[in-house]
DNA sequence: ATGTCTGCAAATCCTTTGCATTTTA
DNA sequence: TAAAATGCAAAGGATTTGCAGACAT
């Protein structure tokens, strides 16, 4: 149980605009942040990607040749911030990157055995956010995954 | 921003129970793991604790002279398996540890300025892990923090 | 006694930082 | 050409592993 997890790529996080790469792109302009090569390549890799992707995984995508690690775990902050990808902390303490969904926010079902990720639709932690807002805490963000075995890992 | 919170040691997670020591251990002891100096320290440590742990937290409490920071991981990791202690994994890839309520499950707010940590009294997550039951995935846990400002960190 | 836990040391993994160089706007 | 992004190398910090000795049951 590593990184090596062979994905049987899913449904998961496949969407159904033609192009998010050049809302992303604009999206990056607008922030005042450049566009580069690198930039465009990792975006271009995510948004074919039907599951988030580590950090590493999407290094390799690109092609380690082409953008240096610690470009990519740059860009994927800046990213972050400028609110084009969403990160999704696994448990072990590991993130997992995705274009942010252009929809709605939302959360992934993550198989522990064979490492699957399956998208959930909603995202319902209104009651819980209230509470914090209750108690006076701003500028809210959560972090919300599910993990189990799924169907197949189950029989096993 | 590092290990170095001042928690004010607010009121998060303090038990009435009187001796939560006495039960975690007796679990231990019925999931057949062996019961050592080491490992009593932990755990009254933890259920003395009124906020979940580090585990570098944790051995600094218990005494970096007492336990060997590798046996605070490995406990961990036996107690988090055992179910007596649950895990909160926070944003950095950073996790805590509290003795699990045996009462019942919670999460928690986290101030991302100060580091202070609140507990919230419900979890409803049921919804959402129905969906991921009803495509097949069984032995579900789930990870949920809230990120936020605090009352004084959002003032200032 | 014997399988578990522990400590020590070293390794590993992921991520971050510093700085000189290249690139975008 | 000024600010931002990149690559390289090296540092950093948290966690893990190997193994011999200590300990609980």
């Keep these: 149980m590593h990184g090596g997890h062979s994905h049987p790529d899913g449904d998961c996080c496949s969407s ?4 998010r790469s050049a809302s992303a792109v604009e999206t990056l302009r607008q922030k005042g942040l450049r566009i580069t090569e690198a930039r465009r390549a990792m975006i271009r890799t995510l948004a074919l990607s039907s599951i ?8 390799q995508k690109v092609g380690t040749d ?18 084009v ?6 448990e072990k303490g590991r993130s997992l990157y995705a274009l942010a969904a ?27 956010e209230a509470a914090a807002k209750k108690r006076g805490y701003t500028q809210l963000t959560h972090v919300l995954e599910i993990y189990g075995l799924c169907p197949t ?4």
């Design 66 to 83: 082409k953008v240096d690690r610690v470009t990519v775990y740059r860009s994927l902050d800046a990213f972050e911030l400028a609110g």
């Design 85 to 90: 990808v969403q990160r999704h902390p696994l």
């Design 153 to 156: 890992c189950s029989h096993g």
């Design 102 to 128: 252009t929809d709605h926010h939302h959360h992934h079902l993550v198989c522990r055995q064979c490492g699957k990720i399956e998208r959930l639709s909603s995202c319902d932690t209104t009651a819980i």
């Design 52 to 59: 988030p992707l580590s950090a590493d995984a999407l290094h």
């Design 16 to 19: 159904e605009s033609p192009d």
